[in-house]
C-alpha cells in the first residue's frame, strides 16, 4: 500500500510539475534569444592604407578579440573619410572604425556612437627649406601635398588653407602620404600636410632630412578656438632625437584625436571588448603626453555609447573580469533573463500546490456525487430491482475506490470515502428491509 501510495505521489508530481519545468526551459531559451542576443562571433572594422597607424592599431585589436574568440575583420580604406562613409552605408557591413575627430557629424549619422578617444593624431607641415616657417598664410605660391581623398589629411588641410584664404593660391596635388612624401623630397612640391603619430615612420624619416623644416603654428590657440576638435600640443627641443637635437626648437602642433567609432547596434559586449583592447594599446605615453591620457571619454562628432560610459565609470563588468568572453556573457543573459521570467515563473510556481492538492482531490471527491444521489433516492420507495442495481453500482464505486492510490498527504480522505461508501450501503441495505425488499447483497 505504502508503495502505491509513493508512485501515486511521483506521478503526480511529475504530471504537474514537468510541464512548469519545460515551460521554465522554454522561457529561458527565448529569453536569452529576444532580450539580449550572444555576441558575434565576427566583427568588421574599417582602419586606414596598408601601413598606416590605423592599420596597426587594427592589428593588434585583432590579435587581442582573438584571445576571446571574436574575430575582427579589418577593411583597408584611405582614410577616415573612407571610414565615415563606410560606417553610415548600412550594406558596406563595417561595424566599427577608426575616425578622426572632426570628420563626422552626428546629423549626418544618427545611428553611430563614439567609444573613445584614443589618440592625438598631429598635423605635421613639412616645407623644403631651412628657414622657420610659423602661419600657413606663408605657403601662398607654393606647391602643397594634401594627401589622398577619403584622407582626414586632405580634409584639414583644405579647411586650413580656406580659413587663410588661400584657396586658388596654392597649387595642389592630393596623393596619400607616402607618394606625397616622395614628390617633396623630389622637388616636385615645396611642402606636405600630413597626419600621423610622431612615431610614425613617415613623420620620423621627414623629420630627420636635412633641407626640410617643420612648421610651428604661431596662432595654434586661434585655430583650436575656432575648431573645436582641435588640441593645442607641444613638441620639445630634442625629443625626437637628442643626439642630433631634432627637432632644433620647441614646436607647437594642432592635434586631431583618433576616436572609435561604432555602430549603435554593436553588441555591448565587444564594445567592451574594444575598450579593453583600447586601454592596453593606448595606455601608455608617447612623446606628446603622458601615460594614461588615453583612451578618453569625450564627445566630439557623435554622442557617446551607454556601454562606453559605463566602462569607463566602472572599468570591464565583473564577470567579464574574471570569467572567460563566452562564459561571461552566457551568465550575464542568463541573468538578464530571470527579470522577466520571474514574474511569469513566481506565479505559475505558487500555483503548483493548490494544483497539485487538487488533482489528488478530484480522484477521490468525484465518487460523492454518485454516493449521494443513491443515499437520496434510498428515500424513496425501492423495488427489488432498483435496489439490487444499486447495490451494484456500490460495489462497482468500492472497486474502483480501493484500486485507487494515494500520496501519504491525503490517505485520510480515501479512508473517509470508503466509509462514507460503507454508510451508504447501510442506509440502502436499511431502506430496502424498510419496504420489505432484501437488502442487496455486498460483492465478496
Known amino acids: 500500500m505504502l508503495r ?54 587594427g592589428e593588434t585589436y585583432r590579435r587581442m578579440l582573438a584571445e576571446h574568440g ?3 575583420e579589418l577593411r583597408v580604406t584611405q582614410g577616415s573619410v573612407d571610414n565615415y562613409g563606410l560606417l553610415r552605408d548600412d550594406s558596406s557591413g563595417v561595424d566599427v572604425a577608426l575616425l578622426q575627430a572632426g570628420i563626422g557629424q552626428r546629423e549626418d549619422a544618427p545611428g553611430l556612437v563614439a567609444l573613445a578617444s584614443v589618440a592625438y593624431e598631429p598635423l605635421w607641415v613639412f616645407c623644403r627649406g631651412s628657414g622657420h616657417i610659423n602661419r600657413i598664410p606663408e605657403l601662398a605660391g607654393r606647391r602643397i601635398a594634401i594627401g589622398a581623398p577619403g584622407s582626414a589629411t586632405r580634409v584639414l588641410a583644405l579647411e586650413m588653407l580656406r580659413i587663410n584664404d588661400l584657396m586658388g593660391r596654392v597649387d595642389l596635388l592630393e596623393v596619400p602620404g607616402v607618394a606625397g612624401a616622395e614628390a617633396l623630397l623630389r622637388g616636385e612640391v615645396d611642402c606636405q600636410f600630413l597626419i600621423g603619430a610622431p612615431e610614425a615612420g613617415l613623420v620620423q ?80 605615453g608617447n612623446l606628446l603626453h603622458r601615460g594614461g591620457r588615453f583612451p578618453a571619454l ?29 562564459l561571461a556573457n552566457l551568465v550575464d543573459r542568463f541573468l538578464i533573463s530571470l527579470i522577466p521570467l520571474a514574474a511569469v515563473l513566481i506565479p505559475v510556481f505558487r500555483l503548483v500546490p493548490p494544483l497539485y492538492r487538487w488533482r489528488v482531490r478530484s480522484r477521490i471527491y468525484r465518487w460523492y456525487g454518485e454516493l449521494m444521489f443513491i443515499e437520496n433516492e434510498t428515500r424513496a420507495h425501492l423495488s ?43 442506509r440502502l441495505a436499511m431502506s430496502a428491509s424498510a419496504n420489505g425488499t ?7
Open 298 to 326: 569625450e564627445e566630439y562628432d557623435f554622442p557617446i555609447s551607454p556601454e562606453a560610459r559605463r566602462f569607463f565609470r566602472s572599468g570591464q563588468s565583473f564577470l567579464q573580469r574574471y570569467l572567460p568572453f563566452w
Open 70 to 72: 571574436v574575430a575582427l
Open 205 to 284: 624619416a621627414l623629420i630627420h632630412v636635412a633641407g626640410l623644416t617643420l612648421m610651428s603654428f604661431e596662432r595654434a590657440g586661434a585655430y583650436a578656438r575656432r575648431m573645436q576638435y582641435l588640441d593645442l600640443v607641444t613638441l620639445p627641443e630634442g625629443v625626437i632625437d637628442l643626439a642630433r637635437n631634432l627637432p632644433s626648437r620647441q614646436v607647437t602642433l594642432l592635434a586631431g584625436t583618433a576616436q572609435i567609432v561604432a555602430r549603435e547596434s554593436l553588441h555591448p559586449a565587444i564594445q567592451d571588448l574594444l575598450l579593453v583592447a583600447a586601454t592596453q594599446v593606448h595606455g601608455r
Open 384 to 426: 427489488e430491482g432498483t435496489a439490487r442495481d444499486f447495490g451494484r453500482r456500490l460495489d462497482a464505486i468500492a472497486a474502483t475506490v480501493d484500486s485507487l492510490t494515494s500520496p501519504l498527504a491525503y490517505a485520510d480522505q480515501l479512508y473517509s470515502l470508503r466509509q462514507h461508501i460503507e454508510f451508504v450501503r447501510r
Open 438 to 444: 432484501p437488502p442487496p447483497e455486498a460483492s465478496p
Open 4 to 57: 502505491r501510495l509513493n508512485e501515486l505521489s511521483v506521478r503526480d508530481v511529475l504530471l504537474i510539475v514537468a510541464p512548469v519545468v519545460l515551460v521554465t526551459v522554454a522561457g529561458f531559451w527565448a529569453a536569452a534569444k529576444l532580450l539580449k542576443p550572444a555576441p558575434p562571433d565576427r566583427v568588421v572594422m574599417a582602419t586606414g592604407p596598408s601601413g598606416g597607424a590605423y592599420m596597426q592599431y
